[in-house]
Each structure stands twice: as C-alpha cells, then as structure tokens.
C-alpha cells in the first residue's frame, strides 16, 4: 500500500491548468487599449509621422527592478513627412518585443508607408505601443490624410465623448459625440474616417466633414 497523498493527482493536475489559464489570461489582458478617434490619437501623442521602416533589430534598454536585461526592437525609419514633433527627423522607432506587452510589429522591407503616432524621446526617437495609432499610409481616407496638416491640431481643444449606449449626449458644449462603435460596431466607421471635431467662433465644438476651411457644413454634435 502507497502512503496516503495529502493531494490527490487530479487536484494537482487542476490547479496546475487553473495556473496556465491564469497565465494564459494575464498575457491576454497584459496590453489592453481603449479605442480613441484618429483626432483624439493625434493630439494624444508627442509625435505623428509619415514614415517607411527600413531595418530592424533588438537592443538592450537597461535592467528591470530584479536585474534582468530589458529588450526592445528598434525600427529604422526615414520619415516622408512629420504632422507633429520635435524640430528633427525620427530616425528610429522603439517597442516593446512581443505584442503581450503591447508591443507593435511593422513591415521592415520599405515598401509600405505608415502613419506612425506615439512617445518622443531624445535624439531622434520615439517609443510607440499597441494603444498608439499606427496606421498603413494607404488605408487612410482622404479626409483623414486632409487632417493631420491642420484640422486635427485646431480641434484639440474640444473633447471626443465615446457613445456606450444609447440614448447618449454630451454634457458640454466643447464635446463631440463619437457615435462609431454604438452605430457601425467598429473604430473605424464614419466619423473616425470623414470627420474632425473642430472648435467654433463660440467656443463649442462640432463635428465637420470636408475639404473647405472648417467653418461651413457644421453638423450638430448630437448628429454625427
């Protein structure tokens, strides 16, 4: 006769998938964003460039609290046009390694642009994460292209109020309803690709489509 086990093996085994679950769950979870309108990005970030990404490669970025090497890649960039930055051009772009904690994976041939937004550090560099707003060049509408030279910048004054449910409202004249996920069930639906939340003569805000100066074809905040 075997002793008698304080644990039984099946105890064992379903504590021990209970553990991998909760691993598995952690790394899930580890890099969670909320959605946000392309304006909202741009005037989030430090830096929004237009950029091909022409090399790759892994880099030590110091140690961590217990010692251990702490990596990042680097992503060489030569930048076609900045939006919003610092008075030099981005030669590199810095991310975390894997996308479990919100690491960001580019195309390194040169053959596709990006819109690159994120963190600006020194010397020619930023740090970009999941959450940052990295769009391919191409995928953009006209009007969000139209945007980022001007109109996004004249509007981050006003507040972008995400719509949970419905009904919904603003509670302020300087808010713009962004309706997309309640209606359309995506981030990118109509507003997020045709229209910017631009502040009025009056001090409000609303929600304006086109390529003519933002000051006809206002749409009522409540309209998007």
Not at 82 to 88: C, E, L, V
Not at 183 to 189: A, D, F, R, S, Y
Request: with cysteine; aromatic share 8%; proline share 6%.
């Amino acid at each position: 006769m075997f002793p008698k086990m304080p644990f039984s093996v099946n105890g064992i085994l379903c504590t021990l998938a209970l553990l991998v679950l909760w691993r598995a769950d952690e790394l899930v979870e580890a890099c969670s964003c909320a959605p946000v309108h392309p304006q909202q990005a741009f005037c989030n970030a430090d830096v929004v460039i237009r950029a091909k990404v022409v090399g790759e490669r892994e880099v030590d970025a110091g140690n961590d609290i217990y010692g251990n090497p702490i990596k990042r890649i680097q992503y060489d960039v030569k930048q076609i046009k900045m939006f919003k930055g610092p008075n030099q051009d981005i030669e590199a772009v810095f991310t975390a390694p894997v996308s479990a904690v919100c690491g960001v994976t580019l195309d390194v041939t040169g053959k596709k642009e990006y819109l690159i937004s994120g963190k600006a550090e020194s010397g020619g560099r930023m740090h970009v994460t999941l959450c940052d707003y990295i769009m391919l060049w191409d995928s953009l509408s006209p009007t969000q292209k139209k945007s980022l030279s001007q109109r996004y910048q004249m509007g981050c004054d006003c507040k972008i109020v995400r719509c949970p449910s419905l009904p919904c409202e603003i509670s302020a004249p300087e808010e713009c309803l962004w309706t997309d996920l309640m209606i359309e069930k995506q981030v990118h639906g109509r507003q997020a690709n045709h229209y910017a939340c631009v502040k009025r003569s009056d001090g409000s805000c609303s929600w304006y489509r086109g390529v003519a100066p933002p000051k006809k074809e206002f749409l009522d905040a409540e309209d998007p």
